[in-house]
């Protein structure tokens, strides 16, 4: 087959062939590096390509050849976002502070990669630090959506959707903190999971913000999600807020959803509050459809109400700002990353201070005076004490939903991509991008984002979000595999065939 | 630094009423760190490790990296908080305290704030003419320390002046508890005093529970003297100064009453007390600014979201509460009974601060009355001299060993005291010293007789009147000899053989 074809396999399909001898690891990591060469430099969503990638995948193959029991998806490539510390590749997380930083160890998802034999091909971009929702913050140019060069690819995690849906690798990790991984997911027309908190490890993810950060899958398909969430998950020792249950499989989950095609006797909750003014129209169509498919696949639709959702953006605003400043005070130039030294030299605070102005972007400046002023004395009550308050709302909120129904869904992003550059200079209208991913992240419940179609208007890819309670994972995996299903029916094809040639020659 | 004007103490304690409180971190010995798997430097294998080799990515705070919590600090914990008396919450949490400083890997030190482990206790204390005083216990909460700065150049040692600073991040992430007393009144002119018996308690209760070294002089046990005065038959509470690097029981005192002398010159001359933190210098007998610290220092605390809620069961507390060792107050009584020593002797002890060691001693094997002779005698006199505790100069352990070896007749007093000499100067163990420096008692006759016969020979007249039945005349002989054998000889021995060897 050729290396076109390899590139659009999809994880599962292409970890299929590898065990079954059809394709050699060596080889489809080849496609994908030049695949990476080919769009790069249009695209860029790498920040660093790894060196190592094709003698990691002929060991496999050699592995593989002696006879060895390996993993599902041991050889299949995989892009992983620069917040992962990663020890033979930079970890920069998007910013000038930690340009060339090696980390001297693994995150444990990315160890758990490694020993499930799974080839990492590189870093991706993202917004510094993680800050924000179009990958421009990144301290090293935009990443562009493949769907349209012009357009942003969504962030913070812009880096590893774009690698998905460019072909340059078959999954990916990111990370969500409201909505960095779904988001993205949603402008792209790629499938992103942000786990229940707790599911999967934080060990070695550069944290923004402590109790909303989750790591988790960026693929083209619910399966690929499930097939990469069963290798990263579970429980970790080295974060005390990981979760120490056992959990079932997603991959079988998600088979028995795909393989279903029923809704029958699902209760799906249309969340109130999220819709309405200030979607745009071909996404509430869309929306609309996505629903009508459900119904008449068996699935009963109920409308819920979630009162306190419309203070989200603004409970968050404060929590995460509040923890990023203290979480990102250790960028202080003594130990690791980028030191700079005054003119004149200066006392240890001067370098601190020279070194944090010129390291950090606008918006971690903007974030950090922001969280540094919610928790200072006098003013912490009103700012981060009520925003605790509303997020322990939110939680009752979702609780008495998930009593009406067994999934939540509302519009992934309240848009399609937006032009790069046309929300730069107006923060607020920026943090809006999130209005719907947000809820999740206060409430620690897993939240999916799949292709919900292409907005009519200007031919964009639109996300459904589908939301599960706490520490049901596989419930949505096995939804969101029946309707991704049910969806790609309707349309008579999935959504990233109709992503744009990017290359001459492309198809 | 101009010499501050002191008040002769008597006067200010007239005019003034002192209040203290302290804050006493206590390093915890636990086998790893506090929030990482590093070895802990403050136990006896990892203290004295190369810099930086006692680390992992949690202590240097590296990005990605996260903290647990461990078991072993949080047992001790409970286990101290119970030994203060002090309730232990259902439910405690950690914060974090932000603030910049290089000795702090993350800019921020994990501790608690709002929701301490351990709350509302009381010690009881004893002064030196045997009264016993409660000291209230606001809170012991858990903390992990901080790196060490060395600073470089310029002439002081510290930050002002230095050409470049090196940080240490063994100490970083050490388990400590921090015991927080509420204000104490009523110490008077006792003040000074109370303060070195309390270090000395709460010092006497880590060191029964075996929860840390407690060695001031390692900064395991270390000590924040608040000292405010007020005016006598004012209600309202003076401005009080924090004194911190008081690293020994003597310096407590010191500084305590330093700190009286110099708020009650500065008051009685219409001067006001400025809130800050004071540094002791054990040299001068001083105490300095240090930076100054106000109650708006705004440290941004907020709950710690890495780590989940400290939520001991009941079970657990009911077992480690079981398991305490009898506090210092019993054991004082129950060691009074049980040596037999006369008041004076007893309290003597106590006020020297050597109750544990004279303790561990005769647990270690030790007579009563020989453990008491080598604390109270060479070994606090060696102190004194050099202005230390005396149980930094020597463990129980060496001490019992030294006793067994003049009981076992291998040394005598004398060569007993050199070897004392050897430990202090830490050339090891009693045994390893003997051995070292060839001074075991001379035991075979061969060589004393030897030595007797050539002395007699040397002196006839003597010989003559030993054999005349003049035996006091043997005196003279026993000198020559114990100086040819250089002191490594039983006397009685060689005052037998002398008689023995002149009758032939």
Request: glycine share 10%; proline share 6%; net charge negative.
């Amino acid at each position: 087959m050729s290396a076109g074809d390899v590139i659009r396999l999809s994880a599962a399909q292409l970890a299929e062939k590898l065990t079954a001898g059809e394709l050699s690891s060596v080889e489809a990591t080849q496609a994908y590096l030049d695949r990476i060469e080919a769009v790069e430099p249009r695209v860029n969503s790498y920040l660093h390509i790894s060196k190592d990638a094709l003698d990691t995948a002929a060991k496999v193959d050699s592995d593989r050849a002696a006879g060895e029991k390996l993993g599902p998806l041991a050889g299949v490539p995989i892009a992983i976002k620069d917040v992962l510390c990663t020890q033979d590749m930079p970890t920069t997380a998007g910013s000038r502070i930690l340009e060339g930083w090696v980390p001297p160890y693994d995150a444990t998802v990315v160890a758990r990669l490694r020993r499930a034999r799974l080839v990492p091909l590189g870093k991706t971009n993202m917004d510094e630090f993680a800050m924000g929702s179009s990958t421009e913050h990144s301290a090293y140019g935009p990443t562009r959506n493949p769907w349209d060069l012009d357009r942003i690819p969504g962030g913070s995690g812009g880096g590893s959707a774009a690698a998905i849906a460019a072909f340059q690798a078959p999954l990916a990790l990111g990370s969500d903190t409201g909505g960095s991984i779904r988001q993205p997911g949603a402008v792209t027309g790629t499938v992103g999971m942000k786990p229940t908190y707790g599911g999967v490890s934080r060990y070695g993810a550069i944290a923004l913000a402590s109790s909303l950060d989750q790591v988790g899958p960026v693929t083209r398909t619910v399966l690929d999600a499930a097939l990469l969430h069963d290798v990263i998950g579970g429980h970790d020792p080295r974060d005390s807020t990981s979760i120490p249950d056992a959990w079932p499989s997603f991959a079988d989950a998600a088979r028995r959803g795909a393989a279903s095609g029923s809704l029958d006797g699902v209760r799906v909750g249309v969340v109130k509050e999220l819709g309405g003014d200030g979607f745009q129209q071909g996404v509430s169509e869309r929306f609309a459809q996505a629903l009508e498919v459900m119904e008449k696949a068996g699935a009963q639709i109920v409308e819920v109400s979630a009162p306190h959702f419309t203070y989200a953006i603004a409970a968050y605003y404060l929590i995460l700002p509040a923890e990023a400043s203290s979480n990102l005070a250790k960028f202080d130039s003594v130990r690791f990353g980028m030191r700079v030294t005054p003119p004149g030299g200066g006392t240890v605070e001067d370098v601190m201070a020279a070194t944090r102005e010129l390291g950090f972007g606008p918006e971690v400046k903007r974030r950090v005076i922001l969280g540094t002023y919610a928790l200072s004395a006098g003013y912490y009550d009103a700012y981060y004490g009520s925003a605790q308050k509303v997020r322990t709302l939110i939680q009752r909120d979702f609780a008495s939903a998930f009593e009406q129904a067994d999934v939540l869904v509302s519009p992934a992003a309240p848009t399609t991509a937006f032009k790069l550059g046309e929300k730069l200079e107006d923060p607020l209208a920026m943090y809006l991008n999130d209005v719907t991913t947000i809820p999740a992240n206060l409430a620690g419940v897993p939240g999916m984002s799949i292709p919900m179609g292409l907005a009519p208007e200007d031919g964009l890819p639109t996300g459904l979000q589908l939301m599960a309670p706490a520490r049901a994972d596989a419930r949505l995996y096995e939804v969101g595999a029946t309707v991704e299903a049910l969806l790609e029916q309707s349309w008579g094809h999935s959504i990233l065939s109709k992503v744009p040639a990017l290359v001459g020659g492309d198809n | 630094m101009a010499k501050p004007e002191l008040m002769d103490f008597d006067k200010a304690i007239e005019l003034f009423e002192p209040v203290l409180g302290f804050e006493v971190h206590v390093e915890l010995s636990t086998k790893t760190k506090m929030f990482s798997d590093a070895p802990n430097p403050a136990n006896d294998d990892g203290h004295g490790a190369e810099p930086n080799t006692l680390i992992t990515p949690v202590d240097l705070g590296l990005p990605g990296s996260l903290p647990v919590v461990n078991g072993q600090a949080v047992r001790y914990s409970i286990s101290l908080g119970l030994a203060l008396g002090c309730s232990i919450a259902p439910s405690s949490r950690f914060a974090r305290k932000n603030y910049f400083y290089p000795d702090l890997a993350k800019n921020y030190q994990i501790s608690q704030y709002d929701e301490p482990i351990a709350f509302e206790g009381s010690v009881e204390v004893e002064l030196e003419d045997g009264r016993l005083v409660q000291v209230p216990i606001e809170r012991a909460h858990m903390e992990e320390d901080a790196g060490k700065l060395t600073h470089v150049g310029g002439a002081t040692g510290r930050i002002q002046g230095a050409e470049y600073s090196l940080v240490d991040y063994n100490r970083a992430g050490v388990p400590l508890v921090e015991i927080v007393t509420k204000p104490i009144f009523g110490a008077e002119a006792d003040a000074p005093q109370l303060a070195k018996a309390y270090v000395s308690t709460i010092r006497d209760i880590v060191r029964a529970l075996g929860i840390s070294d407690a060695r001031m002089e390692r900064g395991n046990l270390r000590c924040d003297a608040n000292v405010s005065l007020r005016p006598r038959g004012q209600e309202k509470l003076g401005t009080r100064t924090e004194t911190k690097n008081v690293n020994s029981l003597r310096s407590v005192e010191r500084a305590v009453r330093y700190e009286i002398q110099r708020q009650a010159a500065i008051l009685a001359a219409g001067g006001t007390i400025i809130q800050e933190t004071r540094h002791w210098h054990e040299d001068t007998g001083r105490t300095s600014p240090g930076r100054p610290k106000s109650d708006a220092d705004d440290y941004r605390y907020f709950p710690e979201p890495d780590l989940l809620p400290v939520e001991p069961s009941l079970d657990l507390i009911e077992e480690l509460r079981a398991a305490l060792p009898e506090s210092p107050a019993l054991m004082r009584r129950r060691l009074k009974t049980d040596w037999g020593f006369s008041d004076v002797d007893f309290q003597a002890i106590v006020n020297a601060g050597l109750l544990v060691e004279v303790s561990e001693t005769v647990a270690a094997g030790a007579a009563p009355q020989a453990a008491r002779k080598w604390w109270m005698g060479e070994l606090s006199r060696t102190a004194n001299e050099r202005g230390v505790d005396a149980s930094t100069l020597a463990t129980p352990q060496q001490v019992a060993e030294l006793v067994a070896l003049v009981d076992a007749g291998t040394l005598t007093d004398r060569l007993a005291r050199q070897v004392l000499e050897g430990v202090i100067a830490g050339e090891g163990s009693p045994e390893e010293i003997v051995e070292a420096r060839g001074l075991a008692v001379v035991s075979d006759d061969g060589a004393l007789i030897a030595a007797i016969d050539e002395a007699l020979a040397a002196q006839p007249d003597v010989l003559a009147k030993i054999r005349d039945g003049k035996v006091q005349a043997a005196g003279a002989v026993i000198g020559a000899v114990m100086k040819a054998m250089r002191g490594s000889a039983d006397a009685a021995r060689v005052r037998e053989l002398i008689l023995e060897r002149a009758q032939q």
